[in-house]
Structure formats: structure tokens, C-alpha cells
């Protein structure tokens, strides 16, 4: 199985990847390991009939969000493949993608395993981050500005329309199968943001987890949520405010940050080109008040 994913590696602090028992690489002094693992199931995070290519491009896409949540720069992951069957096809279309994906976003796959069992992927990615410089969600202070990257809910959206049989449009698909992973902006945020989080279960739970950590409330506006146009298209007639607060599956950063920040900030969404909106405020409430949603939550739950 290892001729699949045994291709050469361009970081030179690797020493040694795919077919030891352990990978080898070197990290700087003044640096700390950053981690974090993720498992895409069958029939949970994705269609049984999903593109080889898709899934594999989302299992490292969803893997390079955490990361740069952190403030992080990614260095390199570990794949576990369970597999139902040995289908050439799909572990060549699969492999592919993935190497496709990880020479794209400078991150070299360096081990794993591969079992028999229903179709799971999970990535153990590591990253780099300067000592002490790591974004955690408990940073958040009261009137810090809270801000979100990009849109919310076309991703929820393409999956509600696939559910009802509607067919989605390819930028719908394009959210829900190949999120982009703010990679540059977690770095750029490092010193600016007081708590960062990515926003995977729907910013409402998401959100939620940076004010039990920095034991703190906020009050967001409904209004002030950036949408697509099909986004507001579908809200038009349906007034469902909880799929773009709750539908999860975005991968956009939520972060806090101090108000003496908003013209850096300005300038960091000018220069990577990336939509940042200023969605509400931090404050000592200990509650989360979304300003004209009345709905419950209904944000991603895994149990």
C-alpha cells in the first residue's frame, strides 16, 4: 500500500518520512509543535457517492483550518486510511488528489496506516508556531471586536439542497467539497487577535467555545452576517437565520481583537484579498445574544 503515498518529500527538515516506523524532523528552537486531528466519516461528513478526489482534498483542507486557527503555519500530517475493499481506482484517484492538495498547500505527508473497515479518513497534521505567539480561544477580552473570514452557510446550503434532491451550483458544491483553509490569515493574525476558532459546527457553537474558554459573552447582529448571494437568495423566502449561524461546514476564522485593530485589520483583509467582517462585540455577559435570530441552536452536533 505504501507505493501509493510514497513520494518525495521538498521540506529538508524532514529527515525521514513514509515507511519507517516514526517520522523524523527537526523543529527550531524558538518554535512549538502545533497538532490536531481530524476524522472524515462516510455517511457523516460525506455522501457515499463523494468524489475520491473531494474527500481527500477535504480531509487535509479541514486539518489546515485548525492549524491556522492557531496562528500556525502547517509542516506536515499522517494519514489512516480504513478502507471497505482494495479499489485501485479510487486509492489512484484518492492519492492523487491528496498529493495534489498537500504540494498546493506545502505540506509533506510523512506516515500512516491503512486498516480494513467502513470508509474512515483521519489527518494528524503538525504545524509550527512561535513560543508563546499561538491564537487559543480563552484570549478573548470584554470589548474586543469579534470578526469573521468570508461567507457563511453555502456550504449548509449546497447540503440542504442536496438532501431535498435540488441540485446545487458549482460555487455551492465548491464550499461544501473543497473548503478553502485560511492559511495565510491565521499567521497574519498572530499579535492582532486576542482568540481565534474555525468555524466547522456553525459559528453560533463555534463562537460559543471561545466564550466558555475566555469566560466572557457577546452580542453579535444577525445583519451584520457576511452572506453570498445564494445565500441571501435563500433567506429572502425562508427566513432561516440558523443556517448560516448554525450550518457549519464554512472553515472560515472567527476571531477576537482588541478595537485599536481595525484599520490592521483592514489591511490584512486588503492585502490577502480575503473578506473580513466585523460581526459584533465582546462583553462581560457570560451569555451569547444574537441580535434578530430567535431560533435555538441548531449548530452541528457529533453526539
Not at 14 to 40: H, N, Y
Not at 231 to 248: A, E, I, M, N
Request: charged fraction near 25%; proline fraction near 4%; hydrophobic fraction near 35%.
Amino acid at each position: 500500500m505504501n507505493h501509493y503515498f510514497n513520494w518525495p518529500l521538498s521540506d529538508p527538515s524532514i529527515e525521514l518520512g513514509v515507511g519507517d516506523d516514526a517520522a523524523l524532523f527537526e523543529i527550531d528552537a524558538d518554535c512549538q509543535l502545533v497538532t490536531s486531528t481530524d476524522t472524515l466519516s462516510e455517511g457523516v461528513h460525506f455522501f457515499k457517492d463523494a468524489l475520491p478526489g473531494d474527500i481527500a482534498y477535504k480531509s487535509l483542507a479541514v486539518n489546515l483550518s485548525d492549524i491556522a486557527a492557531m496562528g500556525a503555519k502547517a509542516k506536515c500530517f499522517t494519514l489512516s486510511l480504513t478502507l471497505p475493499k482494495l479499489d485501485e481506482i479510487w486509492l489512484k484517484e484518492f492519492s492523487e488528489s491528496l498529493k495534489e492538495a498537500s504540494e498546493f498547500f506545502k505540506v509533506s505527508l510523512i506516515g500512516g496506516d491503512t486498516t480494513k473497515g467502513p470508509l474512515n479518513i483521519t489527518i494528524t497534521i503538525m504545524g509550527v508556531v512561535k513560543k508563546s505567539k499561538a491564537i487559543k480561544r480563552s484570549g478573548a477580552k470584554n470589548g474586543d471586536d469579534i470578526y469573521v473570514s468570508g461567507n457563511l452557510g453555502d456550504a449548509a446550503l449546497c447540503l440542504k439542497k442536496m438532501n431535498e434532491g435540488i441540485k446545487p451550483n458549482s460555487s455551492e458544491l465548491n464550499k461544501l467539497n473543497q473548503p478553502a483553509p485560511r492559511v495565510k490569515l491565521g499567521p497574519a493574525l498572530i499579535n492582532i487577535a486576542s482568540s481565534c476558532i474555525d468555524v466547522s459546527d456553525g459559528l453560533e457553537q463555534d463562537l460559543t467555545h471561545i466564550l466558555r474558554a475566555s469566560k466572557v459573552g457577546a452580542i453579535i447582529d444577525s445583519q451584520n452576517l457576511p452572506l453570498s448571494d445564494s445565500v441571501k437568495d435563500y433567506l429572502k423566502t425562508s427566513q432561516d437565520l440558523g443556517l448560516p449561524l448554525c450550518g457549519g461546514d464554512d472553515y472560515e476564522l472567527c476571531f477576537t481583537s482588541d478595537q485599536s485593530n481595525q484599520m490592521e485589520i483592514k489591511k490584512i483583509s486588503e492585502s490577502l484579498n480575503i473578506r473580513i467582517t466585523k460581526i459584533g462585540v465582546i462583553n462581560n455577559s457570560q451569555t451569547l445574544e444574537i441580535r434578530g435570530y430567535e431560533g435555538s441552536s441548531k449548530s452541528y452536533q457529533h453526539f
